[in-house]
Antibody, heavy 124, light 106 residues
Framework: QITLKESGPTLVKPTQTLTLTCSFS??????????VGWIRQPPGKPLEWLAL???????RYSPSLKGRLTITKDSSKNQVVLTMTNMAPEDTATYYC????????????????WGQGTMVTVSS | DIQMTQSPSSLSASVGDRVIITCRAS??????LHWYQQKPGRAPNLLIY???KLKSGVPSRFSGSGSGTDFTLTISSLQPEDFATYYC????????FGQGTKVEMK
């Protein structure tokens, strides 16, 4: 069984940098084709795609947030880290990490396994 | 950026109804189109990937179709557990979600 868990601060101040970690088991970022992404959802609003990193370190970023986001991986620990700079109140959201594992799903870059999400509030 | 536009934003339906949700991309995205279901307080759940491929374990009443820029999700006979919000997502260029369609009980 594959499980993912997001961890990080629940409260950050405006202008601070947010660092979130996605830890997962039951799969490996060393496996060809596997990718891990981050998605967020402000309260009562739609999902927003943020970033994605693949087993081979290929990375994709949301064009609208690209300058603020960095995604990295530690394959030995099965962890993916997302950093977001210059946080603002509108960045308040539940942040999800998600994995594509099934080869067919991974090839098309959909997400077939999701974490439970972690709520981050930006406030002074 | 590729924009994804879903319609309707919400709909009311009854158990047994056929439900159709549409999603339009701002440019050709080929087969890089996926559908997710989300229930309140829960993470999204992948239903369909690559336009029409049903994820293992997803009931066959869900189906997807379309190509290029216009796509549809169809629920052939709505069940009580299907009342939820549905999102399309493109992965042709980075990723983008639609704004969601909330399926409510009539």
């Amino acid at each position: 069984q594959i499980t993912l868990k997001e961890s990080g601060p629940t409260l950050v101040k405006p202008t601070q940098t947010l660092t979130l970690t996605c830890s997962f088991s039951g799969s490996s970022l060393s496996t060809s084709g596997v990718g891990v992404g981050w998605i967020r959802q402000p309260p009562g609003k739609p999902l927003e795609w943020l970033a994605l990193i693949f087993w081979d370190d290929d990375r994709r970023y949301s064009p609208s947030l690209k300058g603020r986001l960095t995604i990295t991986k530690d394959s030995s620990k099965n962890q993916v880290v997302l950093t977001m700079t210059n946080m603002a109140p509108e960045d308040t959201a539940t942040y999800y990490c998600a994995l594509n594992v099934d080869p067919g799903i991974a090839l098309l870059e959909a997400f077939d396994v999701w974490g439970q999400g972690t709520m981050v509030t930006v406030s002074s | 950026d590729i924009q994804m536009t879903q319609s309707p934003s919400s709909l009311s339906a009854s158990v047994g109804d056929r439900v159709i949700i549409t999603c339009r991309a701002s440019q050709n995205i080929g087969t890089y189109l996926h559908w997710y279901q989300q229930k309140p307080g829960r993470a999204p759940n992948l239903l369909i990937y690559g336009v029409s491929k049903l994820k293992s374990g997803v009931p066959s009443r869900f189906s997807g179709s379309g190509s290029g820029t216009d796509f549809t999700l169809t629920i052939s006979s709505l069940q009580p557990e299907d009342f939820a919000t549905y999102y399309c997502q493109q992965s042709h260029t980075a990723g983008t979600f639609g704004q969601g369609t909330k399926v409510e009980m009539k």
